[in-house]
Structure formats: C-alpha cells, structure tokens
C-alpha cells in the first residue's frame, strides 16, 4: 500500500470505528470497546515486540534506545492533557467545562498526528513495517469509537459530534503526509521509528496492564482473551 492508501484507511476505520459506537447502545458498547481496546493493544503491543524493536537496533544498535525512552515519556506527559482517552479511559469530570474540552482536543490533536510518524518515508524506503503501519490503523478505529462515545458523554449532540469526529480522522493522514516530506526524517528513518515506538510502546502498555476497575487487581477474563488472540494476530501478521 501507498502512503495515500494509508492514509484514507485511516480515515474510513476511524468513521468507522464511530458508526460502532452510533450503532451500539451504551452497555453493549462499552464492552466491545474493550474487547476492541485490548485486542489492538495487544497486536500492537505484539508487534513491535517481535518486528519494530528487534529490526532497528539490529540496524543502528543500542544508541537508539534513548529515542525509545524519549518516545515513551512524551506520551506519558500527553496522558496528563488527554487523561488517557486514546487509551480508551472515559472518564470526563462532574463539571468538564470548556478548558477541559480544550486541553482534550489538544492532547488528542498531538498524539493523533504523532501517529503518522511511523509512516515517515513509507514510499521512500518502501514497506517494511506492515505490522506496525496494521496495529496503528487498527488503533484508530478503537479511536474513533471512543471518540464518538466521550463527545456524546460531554453533551454535543449527534451532529456535532460526527462534525468533530470527521474533522479529527483527518489529523492522523496529515501527519504521514507531513512528516514524509521532511528530508531529515527521511535521513534517520530508523531514529523516527524508535521514537515513534517509544510512543506506541506506552499506549500498548497502557492498555494491556491499567485495570478497568479501581481497587481491582486482576485482569477479567474477557480481557485476557482478547490480548490472546490480539498477541496471536500479531505473531502471525510478523511471520507472514
């Protein structure tokens, strides 16, 4: 696939994701976000386990692990605007006014078109992290149907809410189309890749290991099952 192919599949799984969540009733949809959330944590999480991490520090050796780190903890001061929605958390305050909505959208605006660095030069070095370009794509249909539920649970109505979201599914396309027209990153692909997975990293992290429930400790079942098949999917997506 293209770079622009990539792109509008980003576009349509985030509508995508959005129609779910029209689709679903409240109880309904929350579980199959999570089921949703999990799954794709875990491929994601797979993924750049078995293919990312191993393949650049083959190629440039440990002295990119600084980016990893650097990678992660950027998306951990993200959480601080966003209160970890990308990761599916939603939970919006009693008195969430404007500022709240504001900081959000911000937040969310950054860690969405951070999600097109890992696209940087897809055409220029060719396709060699399918996986990776699969569990980002995959996470923005998660996105796109949380998206649609917090806006509903902040009062816009269904109009307004479609409006934002359709607006938002643009961000994450504009960043691949953005970040592989600079040449510098395009001349230290694999230093983008290592500070994009650092990110990545975190939300795969995050979702995987935070526990639904407070005060609760273990992981339900059902999200269990999940991560299983979304690890299966990504050992089979990496050796195939």
Not at 65 to 79: K, R, S, V
Not at 93 to 105: C, D, H, N, Q, R
Not at 199 to 218: Q, Y
């Amino acid at each position: 696939m293209s770079l622009w192919q990539y792109a509008a599949s980003s576009i349509v799984l985030m509508l995508g994701g959005a129609l779910i969540a029209a689709l679903m009733t409240r109880k309904p949809g929350r579980l199959i976000m999570q089921d949703l959330l999990s799954l794709s944590g875990a491929f994601l999480f797979g993924v750049l386990i078995l293919e990312l991490m191993p393949d650049i520090f083959h190629e440039e050796g440990h002295s990119v692990a600084i980016l990893f780190i650097a990678g992660f903890f950027l998306q951990t001061g993200m959480d601080y605007w966003t209160s970890g929605i990308e990761h599916g958390h939603l939970h919006v305050p009693p008195t969430a006014g404007k500022t709240f909505v504001f900081s959000l959208f911000i937040g969310l605006g950054l860690h969405a078109i951070l999600d097109g660095l890992p696209f940087a030069g897809i055409d220029f070095h060719g396709h060699q992290h399918g996986s990776i370009y699969l569990a980002v794509l995959l996470h923005k249909l998660v996105e796109g149907f949380t998206l649609f539920i917090l806006l509903g649970m902040l009062g816009y109505t269904t109009r307004v809410t479609w409006l934002h979201v359709s607006l938002f599914s643009f961000i994450t396309p504009l960043g691949m189309v953005l970040f592989s027209s600079i040449p510098f990153l395009l001349d230290h692909y694999h230093q983008v890749l290592a500070f994009a997975g650092g990110s990545l990293l975190h939300v795969a992290v995050t979702i995987l290991f935070e526990s639904e429930h407070k005060h609760h400790h273990g992981m339900p079942v059902r999200k269990l099952i999940s991560i299983l098949i979304g690890l299966l999917m990504a050992g089979l997506t990496v050796m195939g």
